[in-house]
T-cell receptor, first 114, second 110 residues
């Protein structure tokens, strides 16, 4: 199926650990994003990549590092996890970085830090 | 900077009731406007969009009109169903960035 996929769907880990979330899109899109959704459903942009190049880097701790090996993949690595990192993380993509293009979202990764 | 303001939820309606979820925005330039829907346990998916003033987006019985004079993009549906229960997000896309509203939870009861 053509889609945006994320792995894992659930991630439970201890404070201080390092973890990664992977995202892949097979839609041929140029732009990919990471969002964080908190328990109140508030959605916050974290990063945006266009053709493997970082174009948006919002105020996010340095512990979060995105990596885009090719334009179909955008992974998120988190160092030294903290309780406040618990959230649902969504990957998304869009055809081109034009304002008329909608975004296609993955199913989300629910991260729980204990 | 750009911003989107949505009415706070939750909104609880009986089946077949009329739905309005208000959305207003501030932006520079000529943004596009979107409504996304998030069903429980899933990612967001596009419901409808409008890319210029006076455009009307529509899908699955939902409608919204891009009103530049009132900077609004209110979502409406004439008769909601239980299956419409979800969280609805208004979004604005300007240069390089998408700004989302805080989301409005809709619960439709039989």
């Amino acid at each position: 199926d053509t889609a945006v996929s994320q792995t894992p769907k659930y991630l439970v880990t201890q404070m201080g650990n390092d973890k990664s979330i992977k995202c892949e899109q097979n839609l041929g899109h140029d732009t990919m994003y990471w969002y964080k959704q908190d328990s109140k459903k508030f959605l916050k942009i974290m990063f945006s990549y266009n053709n493997k190049e970082l174009i948006i880097n919002e105020t996010v701790p340095n512990r979060f590092s995105p990596k885009s090996p090719d334009k179909a993949h955008l992974n998120l690595h988190i160092n030294s996890l903290e309780l406040g990192d618990s959230a649902v993380y969504f990957c998304a993509s869009s055809p081109m970085d034009q304002n008329y293009n909608e975004q296609f979202f993955g199913p989300g990764t629910r991260l729980t830090v204990l | 900077g750009d911003s989107v303001t949505q009415m706070e939820g939750p909104v609880t309606l009986s089946e077949e009731a009329f739905l309005t979820i208000n959305c207003t925005y501030t932006a520079t330039g000529y943004p596009s406007l979107f409504w996304y829907v998030q069903y429980p346990g899933e990612g967001l998916q596009l419901l409808l969009k409008a890319t210029k003033a006076d455009d009307k987006g529509s899908n699955k019985g939902f409608e919204a009109t891009y009103r530049k004079e009132t900077t609004s993009f209110h979502l409406e549906k004439g008769s909601v169903q239980v299956s419409d229960s979800a969280v609805y997000f208004c979004a604005l896309r300007g240069y390089q960035k998408v700004t989302f509203g805080t989301g409005t939870k809709l619960q439709v009861i039989p």
